[in-house]
């Protein structure tokens, strides 16, 4: 499974970005992570694709909103009432099993990072 991600890109803090993961292939899950410099890889949010179940990291929920689209194989996120500390590079990930959601290795398919840079 190919994923390609796309949407980053520089916002004033307080405002709003979304991102987007089209995958090649069916999944069972995908999620979104994100790494800011000097700093390890954290889970930001996943959605189930059968039922569009979603979980939050504690630090995104209430601001960001993840979504998925079947017939598009798409995911989204929606990040409103961004904040300097949301800055990172965004990777999406995606897996055909069961992950742990917050685990990135548990995914098997990555895409490449998009960049959110959130000035203040």
């Known amino acids: 499974v190919q994923l390609q991600a796309s949407g980053g890109g520089l916002v004033q803090a307080g405002g709003s970005l979304r991102l987007s993961c089209s995958a090649s292939?069916?999944?069972?899950?995908m999620g979104w992570f994100r790494q800011a410099p000097g700093k390890e890889r954290e889970f930001a949010a996943r959605v189930r694709w059968i039922d569009a179940n979603t979980l939050y990291a504690n630090s995104v929920k209430g601001r960001f909103t993840i979504s998925r689209d079947r017939a598009k194989n798409t995911m989204y996120l929606e990040m409103n009432s961004l904040k300097p500390e949301d800055t990172a590079v965004y990777y999406c990930a995606a897996s055909r099993r069961t992950p742990i959601a917050s685990m990135a290795g548990t995914y098997e398919y990555w895409g490449q990072g998009t960049l959110v840079t959130v000035s203040s």
């Open positions: 292939d069916g999944v069972n899950v």
